[in-house]
């Protein structure tokens, strides 16, 4: 078995289940995309009313058509305001701040994470459990209480500096 140090990224290549933890293994692009949206219309938004999609996505280094499908979306749920137009953009809205990531991971569709099993066996539940399903379960339990207790707001307050360097960082 492969051992993992705190702070460090789990093994993408070992034969066990493993890298099913690793972060980029349990969030979509689309969430990442979202989530680093929001942070950069939040911290931006102290400078300028509203931030244009071309500057987000040169600023995130994402592509722009799938950024601009995940911001439209954020703002149909009302995560983000949008204005169209050639002084429209993106800008917080009142829910903004509050949006748990929760329920950016249902905006993005990645909610089967707590659904699925996790070996990617077809008939997995507690009366048909899969060799890992109860250890998982309680893993699952941990990842949606700190997802749904978790806000935009409480990333904001990190005290990090260089925090718009981090969020467009290429991993």
């Known amino acids: 078995m492969t051992n993992i140090k705190?702070?460090?990224d789990i093994p993408q290549d070992t034969g066990n289940c493993w890298p099913v933890f690793s972060f980029r293994m349990i969030f979509s692009k689309?969430?990442?995309?979202?989530?680093?949206?929001?942070?950069?219309?939040a911290v931006m938004s102290e400078k300028k009313a509203k931030i244009q999609l071309d500057e987000i996505a040169e600023k995130l280094t994402v592509p722009r058509y799938f950024l601009g499908k995940i911001m439209n979306r954020l703002a149909n749920e009302a995560v983000l305001a949008s204005e169209k137009g050639p002084?429209?953009?993106f800008s917080i809205s009142d829910n903004t701040r509050t949006t748990s990531l929760?329920?950016?991971?249902?905006?993005?569709?990645?909610?089967?994470?707590f659904d699925s099993c996790v070996?990617?066996?077809?008939?997995?539940?507690?009366?048909?459990?899969?060799p890992l399903?109860?250890?998982i379960e309680s893993l699952r339990n941990q990842w949606h209480r700190l997802l749904a207790e978790t806000t935009v707001d409480?990333?904001?307050?990190k005290d990090q500096p260089d925090f718009i360097k981090s969020i467009a960082t290429v991993s």
């Open 119 to 130: 070996l990617r066996l077809r008939k997995c539940n507690a009366t048909h459990p899969c």
């Open 102 to 113: 929760l329920n950016l991971v249902r905006i993005t569709g990645d909610s089967e994470l």
């Open 154 to 157: 409480d990333l904001l307050k």
């Open 6 to 8: 705190p702070g460090h």
């Open 30 to 41: 689309s969430f990442g995309y979202a989530l680093r949206g929001i942070l950069y219309v």
């Open 87 to 89: 002084n429209g953009g």
């Open 133 to 135: 399903h109860h250890e």
